[in-house]
């Protein structure tokens, strides 16, 4: 799919209001923030389902949680994220625009190698990954004047000194100023979890190996926004954390790289659009990471992330807070000797809600020839696995009288309760399938005169666009057959 097809996807989904810009009316909306529309909920919620159902639904060792956004200010100085969660940054002084100094060098690498200069490219990167790693900021402004990069807008080589900006957003907390206690939007779900592992191990008598899981938004101030709901200051995470024993997190670590590689399969995409990018340089609580990466029209890039994060969350907080994050393991060792005591360590799976999002719209939208000679025509089609459709049915009266829209209200009053149901009586029927073609409902219903007469409407397939004539009686078996979450759950 190429950059232009990108653009289509992106104005497709504010035409049929999948999402839209925050707050568009005012100076054309809230840099990389993103409202979700009435069809756009719809199909998130049902990701969001789907991920739901995997992981806590079909684990009887998983349960969920859902803690607050607001955390205690000493959660993030025990994660690390006061301290390390920033990225280096440097402003151009004629233009005023900001840049991560890395992406600098980043583009300039890749401008080397485009133009056949592999020796520059490499040493640049091996520099590149030296101050990174040594955190050498001046070294980073060095190596943006000696590769002479100008910022693209002013074209000037004006640069400031590069500076660290922490990407949490803060807020006060409390009504009077002067009472006013610092705290954060979390910029991950994870300490949630954390900081309940004693209470959810205890509450629900949890043995390890188990899991937590729970999905809700995260902030962070991205500096360089781009690419849609790729990278947003507000966006949905659903993690998952795995607490085991130690010694055992490399198994442990491969089972669930392999599991959730498997579930972004199990939705039915072309197989090789995924691929594994194994973390070379690992951060700082890690002892193994893997990305799982989706060939998005801009190139394959990162949807979710397996870190084996050893026990350094339960640890940093049980220091910070003097509260005792162990489990106690019963289970015999082979010297028959109970494992005792100890911090568990941790796999977690780390996945983008507004990626996965953005990649099923990619993989789905499809441009089709159909009809012959005049009747020729393009009709747009979200090939949308049925159970993650907005709606999985919509139902139509041929004509506005007659008695046929009693009809189809009739047959939506029976599957309101199982299915979501769309009506509309307006416009031509071909024209009114081709809304929902580019909605990725998976069936139309029409009523017509006959099913006065006979009890009978048309069905009409979204992908085949094959109608048949099929008894009203029967059309709650025939979307209970084609639409099951267990048809993906237990692929
Ligand atoms: P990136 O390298 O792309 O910034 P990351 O490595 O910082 O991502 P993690 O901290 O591992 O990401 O977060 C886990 C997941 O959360 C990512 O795989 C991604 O799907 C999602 N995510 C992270 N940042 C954003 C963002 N700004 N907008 C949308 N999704 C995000």
């Given amino acids: 799919m190429s950059e232009e097809v990108f653009k289509k996807v992106v104005s497709h989904c504010k035409e049929y209001g999948f999402v839209f810009t925050s707050s568009e009316i005012y100076d054309n909306g809230l840099g990389a923030v993103y409202d979700y529309g009435q069809n756009g909920v719809e199909l998130k919620n049902n990701l969001r389902q789907y991920w739901w159902k995997f992981m806590v639904q079909m684990h009887d060792n998983i349960v969920g949680l859902d803690a607050a956004i607001f955390m205690h200010p000493k959660t993030w100085k025990a994660s690390g994220h006061i301290d390390g969660f920033s990225d280096p940054m440097i402003d151009n002084k004629d233009s005023k625009k900001r840049y991560r100094a890395d992406n600098l060098l980043e583009d300039k690498i890749a401008k080397y190698q485009k133009d056949g200069n592999t020796n520059k490219a490499d040493e640049l990167q091996n520099a590149l990954d030296a101050a990174l790693l040594a955190n ?5 402004k060095t190596l943006i004047e000696q590769h002479e990069i100008a910022c693209p807008i002013s074209g000037t080589r004006n640069w400031t000194d590069v500076r660290q900006f922490n990407l949490m957003f803060s ?3 409390g009504a009077m100023a002067e009472d006013a206690d610092k705290i954060y939007l979390r910029p991950e779900t ?3 979890i954390f900081v309940n592992f004693l209470n959810v191990q205890k509450s629900g008598r949890m043995k390890i190996p188990f899991g937590i899981a ?3 938004k995260a902030f962070r101030n991205e500096i360089i926004a781009r690419q849609f709901i790729m990278r947003m ?3 949905e995470q659903m993690e998952m954390q795995f607490f085991v024993r130690p010694g055992t997190q ?6 669930w790289k392999e599991a959730r590689l498997k579930w972004h399969l199990a939705l039915g995409f072309d197989k090789d659009s995924y691929r594994y990018h194994d973390h070379v340089k690992l951060a700082h609580y890690a002892d193994a990471a893997v990305d799982i990466e989706f060939d998005f029209p801009f190139g394959f890039k990162e949807v979710e992330g397996i870190h084996s994060r050893t026990d350094f969350d ?3 907080h049980q220091d910070l807070s003097g509260k005792k994050m162990q489990y106690f393991d019963a289970d015999l060792d082979e010297n028959g000797k109970p494992y005792g005591n100890y911090i568990p360590y941790v796999i977690e799976t780390s996945i983008g809600l507004d990626r996965l999002f953005l990649y099923t719209l990619c993989a789905s939208y499809k441009e089709e020839e159909v009809g012959e000679g005049d009747k020729k025509d393009t009709r747009v089609v979200l090939a949308l696995p049925p159970i993650l459709a907005p709606y999985k049915v919509a139902i139509f009266p041929l004509t506005k009288k007659d008695g046929l829209p009693e009809v189809a209200r009739k047959i939506i009053d029976d599957l309101k309760f199982d299915y979501n149901c769309f009506y509309e009586e307006k416009d031509a029927i071909g024209k009114r399938y081709r809304r929902q073609d580019a909605l990725g409902t998976p069936f139309c219903i029409t009523a017509d005169h006959e099913s006065l007469e006979n009890q009978t409407v048309t069905i009409r397939h979204r992908d085949s666009m094959l109608q048949e004539r099929i008894p009203i009686a029967d059309i ?3 979307l209970d057959k084609a639409i099951s979450w267990k048809d993906i759950l237990s692929k």
């Fill in 136 to 140: 050498d900021l001046a070294q980073l």
């Fill in 171 to 173: 807020t006060e907390m």
């Fill in 190 to 192: 994870a300490q949630g």
């Fill in 214 to 216: 729970q999905t809700g």
């Fill in 233 to 235: 200051r507000e966006f």
């Fill in 250 to 255: 490399k198994q442990w670590f491969e089972y």
């Fill in 314 to 316: 339960l640890k940093s």
């Fill in 476 to 478: 709650k078996s025939i």
